[in-house]
């Protein structure tokens, strides 16, 4: 038996794993969640990606989304478990995927365990049931300085920060030349109200994943790479006990 677990070829073992990124808005959830993504070929989920596209529409649901996030409030459950659960649905998650922007409070973390166990169609052998939770811890007045200086690419969604990040050219995309935008939340008031709302709301998961033994935290002060470095070696220790336990089945 164990001849048979040290002579598979490692490339016949799938690479399947349930990536949760929490963190305060600045951290860099969306940035490691893109490299995470490409790193091992599973979609990124941004509910806050989602959400902006539907609210770019003019019908209704589109509408009052936009409302909630130009207040920097919460868009209700009922709306984003919808998103949630139709983008999870898609064949692209069947071998896992990293989310980030969700869960964001606890209601929303048992609803995704729920989700996870019950109603995930790829989940047959329950695989993705226990996803892998990393914080990425900032401090403070850092994360006001990424938010402040946060510019977007509107046409190629490549992200700068303009203290920290610059592109070559002032608020100018240094790939395709468009000039940069500014999230409407990324301002001062609004960037307040996303604050207290991860104080209040999303600090409650991190301890729901922690009492559950799910969370592992990394230093998001550190540089970008460092981060990933991070972010990579949490998961590869996670994810060889997956192997360990497919192979052994
Ligand atoms: P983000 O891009 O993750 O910073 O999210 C932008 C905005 O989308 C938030 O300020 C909320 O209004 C909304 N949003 C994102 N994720 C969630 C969530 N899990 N639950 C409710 N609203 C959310």
Same mark, same amino acid.
């Given at each position: $038996?164990?001849?048979?677990?040290?002579?598979?070829?490692?490339?016949?073992?799938?690479?399947?794993?349930?990536?949760?990124?929490?963190?305060?808005?600045?951290?860099?959830?969306?940035?490691?969640?893109?490299?995470?993504?490409?790193?091992?070929?599973?979609?990124?989920?941004?509910?806050?990606?989602?959400?902006?596209?539907?609210?770019?529409?003019?019908?209704?649901?589109?509408? /009052?989304?936009?409302?909630?996030?130009?207040?920097?409030?919460?868009?209700?459950?009922?709306?984003?478990?919808?998103?949630?659960? /139709?983008?999870?649905?898609?064949? #692209?998650?069947?071998?896992?995927?990293? $989310?980030?922007?969700?869960?964001?409070?606890?209601?929303?973390?048992?609803? !995704? #365990?729920?989700?996870?166990?019950?109603?995930?169609?790829? =989940? =047959?052998?329950?695989?993705?049931?226990?996803?892998?939770?990393?914080?990425?811890?900032?401090?403070?007045?850092?994360?006001?300085?990424?938010?402040?200086?946060?510019?977007?690419?509107? =046409?190629?969604?490549?992200?700068?920060?303009?203290?920290?990040?610059?592109?070559?050219?002032?608020?100018?995309?240094?790939?395709?030349?468009?000039?940069?935008?500014?999230?409407?939340?990324?301002?001062?008031?609004?960037?307040?109200?996303?604050?207290?709302?991860?104080?209040?709301?999303?600090?409650?998961?991190?301890?729901?994943?922690?009492?559950?033994?799910? !969370?592992?935290?990394?230093?998001?002060?550190?540089?970008?790479?460092?981060?990933?470095? /991070?972010?990579?070696?949490?998961?590869?220790?996670?994810?060889?006990?997956?192997?360990?336990?497919?192979?052994?089945?």
């Amino acid at each position: $038996m164990s001849g048979a677990r040290t002579s598979r070829p490692k490339e016949q073992i799938r690479f399947i794993a349930t990536i949760v990124l929490l963190g305060p808005p600045g951290a860099g959830k969306g940035t490691q969640a893109k490299r995470i993504a490409e790193r091992y070929h599973i979609p990124r989920i941004s509910l806050g990606d989602l959400l902006r596209h539907i609210a770019a529409g003019n019908a209704d649901p589109g509408r /009052q989304i936009k409302e909630f996030i130009a207040r920097g409030e919460l868009v209700p459950d009922h709306v984003v478990f919808e998103v949630i659960a /139709q983008r999870l649905r898609h064949t #692209d998650c069947s071998r896992g995927f990293v $989310m980030d922007g969700f869960p964001r409070t606890r209601t929303q973390a048992c609803w !995704l #365990d729920s989700f996870l166990e019950r109603d995930f169609p790829a =989940s =047959s052998r329950g695989r993705h049931a226990v996803p892998i939770v990393i914080l990425i811890q900032v401090d403070p007045d850092h994360l006001l300085l990424r938010l402040a200086g946060r510019r977007v690419c509107p =046409s190629c969604g490549r992200t700068y920060n303009i203290y920290l990040q610059p592109p070559r050219a002032r608020e100018v995309c240094d790939l395709d030349g468009s000039k940069l935008t500014r999230r409407d939340d990324d301002r001062e008031e609004v960037v307040r109200a996303r604050l207290v709302s991860y104080e209040l709301e999303t600090r409650p998961v991190a301890e729901y994943y922690r009492r559950k033994g799910q !969370l592992f935290t990394v230093d998001g002060n550190l540089p970008v790479d460092q981060v990933t470095g /991070q972010i990579v070696g949490v998961i590869e220790k996670r994810v060889k006990f997956i192997e360990d336990f497919d192979v052994a089945r």
